[in-house]
């Protein structure tokens, strides 16, 4: 059964930092485009970034660009997500997905399996 595990998620204070990391079992990791959204509380879930199979392509949300660093390890089946300069309206539930289509993969729909997704939560 494919699996995907987020974890990395907190509490921490605004300008801080985080790394989220999701690990993938049963699944041909390095053939799958790996991606990041995030859900707020009454909001509905956002894209953030994506990165290629191989890892040499990435591809971010403008509400990501310039605070946020998607890589993988492929030989560790996981994908991170580095995030700065953190903001309380960052205080969401995040997501790691996986999936394979067309490049870049920025909807929903673009992404077959979903981790349950880790809390973070950045005070003021």
Wanted: with cysteine; charged share 15%.
């Amino acid at each position: 059964q494919v699996q995907l595990e987020e974890s990395g998620g907190g509490l921490v204070q605004a300008g801080g930092s985080l790394r989220l990391s999701c690990t993938v079992s049963a699944l041909a990791f390095d053939s799958f485009q790996m991606g990041w959204f995030r859900r707020a509380p009454g909001q509905e879930r956002e894209f953030l970034a994506s990165i290629s199979e191989s890892g040499y392509r990435e591809y971010y949300a403008n509400s990501a660009t310039g605070r946020s660093s998607i890589s993988r390890d492929n030989a560790k089946n996981t994908v991170y997500l580095k995030m700065n300069s953190l903001k309380p309206d960052d205080t969401a539930v995040y997501y790691c997905a996986a999936g394979q289509g067309t490049w870049p993969p920025v909807t929903n729909t673009a992404y077959t399996y979903w981790g349950r997704g880790t809390q973070v939560t950045v005070s003021s």
